[in-house]
């Protein structure tokens, strides 16, 4: 049987459908990139934002449309929010699946393929209840655990330290979709590294919600996420490791001195703020201040003053006032970040947010507030890009640039194309080289920049990790 496997949302989905891809494989699927001849449809899907769900609910709706009867799977965070009640809209659907019980993706297929609908998750976490580590699913391990590590971008690999969370921000649904915090054993995570990196994944990205409150604790043992980095930047072959998405009050010096101490641990930091204001840190349930997120950037610059930090903002979340607004875009411009994703508030259902809090700041505010945040971030976006001029920056080449109609630096060469790289502070940069410098490793010197982008000119290298 073929199967097409669509993904939206975060890493942590675009890496279960990696795993998924492998275990179908694996189980004598054959995957599928032409969505017409599939005989099984998979989304893999985000509920996050309401954005995210409408795109899952059109895209079902399309396939309502298909007159040809196959196999259709709804998986992860909105098939564990909505559960069977999809099937009220959608009865067309097989297979409901939950981000916990992935690893039966392919004995659910097979049911399918005998008449006999499956819905997967934990009724629990679907009606918003918190559940606890030690109620937790025991198949943390085991979708991960099967990797095939050849499947995948030849040069980079995420892996997944943990799952769930357990900070309850008032806004987000992860709690209560992906289910309590628990961390995977050192050792696997090891195995798992050590097998990607032999297999020429020489870039890996440490994927949790919040990825540094990793811990893991077993008899007398306690092991700190600053402990695991440094054990898996010492696997041979592991030429970036990278780590995303960070909490600020988990981020401890000891976390800042494993990456001062050790090269190829990536000078990268993604730690959302969300807001710059004390009254709204405090209604979003963030478990800091404005003063203690400031510490953590001052504390981040002096361990690591070549460090790239990017942010995420939430505007108009609700009893947001002007001046907690200008906090959010003081803080932009006092932390430089390189980047920032600025979301519009929308209550989530099932979140604390949704049930307690009023959705009072109306919608044209939050869009202009949103604009303004945008404006100040391009602004000390394009200031931090620039100040790469001149520089040599060692890139990851991914391949040939999206950005291809519109070149920069062309090359007479006729085998040149424009081509897009990726530095250790995650700066996209183009340049022009031929295609086979995609997967590898090469040196570039940076002629100008915009807000997002740095462009720059080949100049050698080409290994590979
Ligand atoms: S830290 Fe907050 S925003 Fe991040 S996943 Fe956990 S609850 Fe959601």
Redesign the pocket.
């Known amino acids: 049987m073929n199967v097409y496997i669509e993904t939206l949302g975060c890493q942590m989905n675009r890496l279960d459908s990696e795993l998924i891809t492998g275990q179908l494989l694996a189980a004598g699927y054959e995957i599928t990139d032409d969505l017409e001849a599939a005989d099984v449809f998979l989304i893999n899907t985000c509920s996050?934002r309401a954005q995210a769900e409408n795109k899952v609910y059109s895209r079902l709706g399309r396939e309502a449309a298909i007159k040809r009867r196959r196999i259709v799977g709804v998986l992860g965070c909105l098939a564990q929010r909505r559960g069977a009640s999809l099937l009220k809209r959608y009865p067309f659907v097989d297979i409901i699946c939950g981000p916990g019980q992935l690893h039966a993706l392919g004995e659910m297929i097979r049911h399918a393929a005998k008449g006999e609908r499956t819905v997967a998750c934990d009724p629990d976490r679907r009606d918003g209840r918190a559940v606890f580590a030690s109620e937790g699913n025991s198949s943390i391990d085991s979708l991960d655990h099967d990797r095939n590590a050849s499947v995948g971008s030849p040069a980079q690999a995420y892996v997944r330290i943990m799952r769930g969370?357990?900070?309850?921000?008032t806004?987000?649904?992860?709690?209560f979709v992906?289910g309590p915090e628990i961390s995977r054993s050192p050792e696997a995570i090891y195995q798992e590294v050590k097998q990607l990196a032999d297999a020429g994944r020489g870039e890996i990205t440490l994927l949790g919600?919040?990825v540094n409150s990793y811990r893991y604790s077993a008899g007398d043992t306690s092991i700190r996420f600053s402990d695991l980095l440094e054990r898996l930047a010492a696997i041979g072959g592991v030429r970036r490791l990278r780590f995303v998405?960070s909490?600020p009050t988990d981020f401890g010096g000891d976390i800042l001195q494993t990456m001062r101490d050790l090269p190829n641990i990536c000078r990268y930091i993604h730690c959302?703020p969300?807001s710059g204001s004390d009254r709204i840190l405090k209604a979003?349930?963030?478990k800091y201040t404005r003063a203690q997120y400031d510490s953590f950037i001052d504390r981040a610059y002096d361990y690591l003053p070549d460090v790239t930090i990017a942010g995420d903002f939430i505007v108009g979340f609700p009893g947001e006032r002007e001046s907690d607004h200008q906090a959010s875009a003081d803080l932009i411009r006092r932390s430089r970040f390189k980047n920032s994703f600025i979301f519009k508030y929308s209550a989530r259902p099932g979140t604390v947010g949704a049930k307690t809090l009023k959705d009072d700041v109306p919608f044209e505010v939050k869009r202009e507030r949103n604009r303004e945040l945008l404006a100040v971030q391009a602004e000390v976006s394009l200031e931090h890009f620039r100040s790469f001029t001149g520089r040599q920056v060692e890139l990851l080449v991914e391949g040939p640039s999206p950005l291809a109609g519109k070149p920069i630096n062309v090359s007479d060469d006729p085998n040149c194309v424009q081509m897009l790289g990726r530095t250790s502070g995650d700066h996209i940069t183009v340049f022009q080289g031929p295609e086979s410098l995609a997967g590898q490793y090469v040196n570039a010197r940076v002629t100008g920049a915009t807000a997002f982008t740095l462009f720059a000119e080949f100049c050698g290298g080409g290994e590979r990790s």
């Open positions: 996050v969370c357990d900070k309850f921000c806004y987000c649904i992860v709690p992906r919600q919040t998405t909490y959302p969300q979003m349930n963030r």
